[in-house]
């Protein structure tokens, strides 16, 4: 039989050196707790500051501050610094924010406020984007007079992709220096945009297809017969359909067009 651990000296002064490190370390960590839950470490300010390079226009700093002083749940060692990240990005005009402490009972909020690039479903809605695609919740009338917003519109969740159309837009029409104010995307994909000199252009669902070069070709086929087209109506056209797999076709703005300028405009699907 194996005899009791308190005969073996060299057993007992190892358990015993065993006990009394678990007892300091326990005491340790109550005497953390404890101070961790002084008044001292309360959190009592909230310092928000704009990312480098930005203004912060829209945030009220005061009120946003007593909202997180209000809602924000333990001290300066228990809070949960992604919490109240979240709780920030919640918030209008606010694209990031990055949170960190600062001893004793501080917290340094760092926001990147969102950039209104354009307006989304129109200028009543409640709704804008930014020049990354992403929609977020803003009013016309919270921006400056002068502030001057393309016209977005599109299916929910459609914002990165009526970004992509409209820089693809923007570039192809370079040749003409004229820029994309306006881009409405449909439910079904098809898409139109209005240019700076007031011409409409009407697409198709080309660029969900496999064929992603077919548009392309159609605006390349549009500026190789632009010349004649123009010889032809000078600047009376508002709008021009590349919808037509061969071709493409142009609405005059006259609204007293003579029968041969009607047949012209018609033969012109098939350039």
């Not at 992403?134 to 917003?149: K, N």
């Not at 104010?181 to 252009?201: C, E, F, I, P, Q």
């Amino acid at each position: 039989m194996m005899a009791p651990l308190w005969n073996h000296s060299d057993r007992m002064e190892k358990v015993s050196r065993f006990l009394i490190r678990c007892f300091g370390v326990m005491m340790l960590i109550g005497i953390l707790v404890w101070l961790s839950q002084r008044p001292v470490f309360t959190l009592k300010q909230v310092m928000i500051e704009p990312v480098q390079g930005q203004t912060l226009r829209h945030i009220n700093k005061p009120t946003v501050r007593q909202q997180v002083l209000e809602t924000v749940q333990g001290n300066f060692f228990s809070v949960r610094l992604e919490s109240v990240k979240r709780g920030f990005e919640s918030m209008p005009w606010v694209r990031h924010a990055n949170v960190r402490r600062v001893w004793p009972n501080s917290l340094v909020v760092s926001i990147e406020e969102q950039s209104a690039f354009a307006t989304w479903d129109g200028v009543d809605s409640q709704k804008l984007m930014n020049r990354h695609g992403e929609i977020f919740s803003g009013r016309v009338t919270e921006l400056p007079e002068d502030a001057r917003l393309l016209d977005f519109n599109g299916p929910d969740d459609s914002g990165k992709e009526v970004m992509r159309l409209y820089e693809k837009a923007n570039a192809w029409f370079k040749p003409w220096n004229a820029e994309v104010t306006s881009l409405s995307l449909s439910d079904r994909y098809a898409w139109h945009v209005k240019l700076s000199n007031g011409m409409k252009l009407e697409f198709g669902r080309d660029e969900e297809s496999s064929d992603k070069s077919l548009t392309e070709e159609r605006v390349s086929r549009l500026f190789k017969y632009w010349p004649e087209v123009q010889e032809k109506w000078a600047n009376r056209i508002d709008a021009v359909d590349l919808r037509y797999a061969n071709g493409f076709a142009v609405h005059l703005a006259s609204a007293n067009m003579k029968k041969g300028e009607v047949d012209d405009k018609k033969s012109e699907r098939k350039q």
